[in-house]
């Protein structure tokens, strides 16, 4: 077929797979048949991989590839001029091949249970503030409904109202309509994130958080963008992956400069702290606690961006607690000061915020184990076991069990 450059990659998709259903063509191709589904209504950009495993199953000969790698270069000619959104490409293709090398090969059956699909639900075509309004609402009562009772009590529901969001971007008639619909959509879709995360997918979390990231970038959002970038980072770490985990945390925080929201650079730095406990550096991590603490005296603004309003005092000594845990092995003397921060994490931590207080009890747990107070720390590690399990958290359960049964 010769080339023609009115013809873009979503078109000759669909085109080539014509009768094919998507879920047969993602078995052939080992992609989910809801990463087909955005590619073909362009709600996601080819990546040359993807795009060789689909030009393979469909015997296009190098027509995907060649088209993928033709919409890449139109938009790196198209960002050559802004620098940030350069470095948010570089995180994010770092990203994309850590996600590709140490998760996509444990997808095993979770990947296929998520690739089912949920619906769409579809969405007006309206732009209109109520509708925007109506679905920042819903976005909060599902966090409430996540903090209450775990991710298992809303995840459906979440997918189900990010891909509306998804289809009602997609329709979008004006420019200045996709960006603010992008913003929300890296709202959401951070958010489902998140929830694949606690319920124990670490691999289709991470593509959720890229894909948030992306629409962070696309609605002009930096404060998001290098927020989800640290969540990846996140996940990094508890991976065992320090050093990478470590590369996005120090992309992030210089691409946020002084230009974020406090909130999220004080998280950043608390995260980064922990990132550098793992590798011994207690110098370094010490330093970044300091910039959290100090950065958090400038907060609570009035700005401060809903996805990061749990940011406070509790949250920075959850982390602090984690950090010391982690120079404790090597310096004991810093285990005392982990166990000050988590005994006022604990004392202050929301009552709202059920799900997310296994954590703290976990991290409490472990120091009083590492302190010799194995009595302490099977009574606070069984309290965690017991929320996680009513929460249906798996990634908290797994690191209570852990703890309990030593």
């Known amino acids: 077929m010769p080339e023609d450059d009115e013809t873009t990659f979503a078109a000759e998709l669909r085109r ?38 689909l030009d393979k199953a ?16 139109r938009l790196s000619e198209e960002t050559a001029e802004a620098a940030p959104e350069r470095a948010v490409d570089g995180l994010l293709r770092e990203w994309d091949n850590v996600w590709r090398r140490d998760f996509l090969k444990g997808a095993g059956a979770a990947g296929a249970a998520l690739a089912t699909g949920l619906g769409t639900g579809g969405t007006a075509a309206a732009g209109s503030r109520d509708l925007m309004d109506a679905h920042l609402a819903l976005r909060a009562a599902h966090g409430r409904l996540d903090n209450l009772r775990g991710a298992s009590a809303v995840y459906a529901q979440a997918v189900a109202h990010h891909q509306q969001i998804l289809d009602w971007h997609a329709t979008a008639a004006t420019a200045a309509e996709r960006q603010k619909i992008a913003a929300l959509a890296a709202d959401t879709g951070g958010f489902v994130g998140f929830l694949t995360y606690d319920l124990g997918m670490a691999e289709h979390a991470a593509m959720r958080y890229s ?21 990846m980072s996140r996940i990094l770490t508890d991976q065992g992956h320090y050093r990478r985990a470590l590369v996005l945390a120090d992309g992030a925080l210089h691409l946020g400069g002084t230009q974020a929201h406090p909130a999220v650079r004080s998280w950043l730095h608390a ?36 996805y990061i309003g749990y940011l406070g005092a509790a949250e920075l000594n959850k982390w602090t607690g984690h950090a010391m845990a982690r120079l404790g092995q090597t310096t004991p003397s810093l285990l005392r000061t982990g166990q000050t921060a988590l005994d006022e994490a604990l004392a202050a931590w929301p009552a709202t915020m059920v ?13 009083h184990a590492a302190r010799g107070d194995q009595e302490a720390a099977t009574g606070l590690a069984t309290r965690a076991v017991a929320i996680a399990s009513e929460t249906g958290s798996a990634r908290n359960l797994r690191a209570a069990l852990a703890v309990a049964t030593v």
């Open 58 to 73: 469909l015997g296009a000969g190098g027509r995907l590839v060649s088209l993928a790698e033709a919409q890449r270069q």
């Open 271 to 306: 995260v980064r702290a922990h990132h550098h406990a793992c590798l011994g550096d207690t110098r370094t991590a010490q330093k970044d606690l300091g910039a959290a603490w100090k950065l958090l005296d400038r907060a609570d603004d009035g700005e401060k961006p809903t």
């Open 16 to 53: 080539l797979r014509g009768t094919v259903t998507l879920r047969e063509l993602g078995r052939r191709a080992s992609c989910s048949k809801s990463i087909i589904s955005d590619l073909e209504h362009e709600r996601r950009s080819p990546t040359v991989p993807i795009a060789k495993g």
């Open 355 to 367: 799900r997310g207080s296994a954590e703290v009890l976990t991290a409490s747990a472990r120091i």
């Open 211 to 231: 894909d948030a990231a992306a629409h962070a970038r696309q609605a002009g959002d930096l404060s998001s963008c290098i927020n989800l970038i640290g969540q």
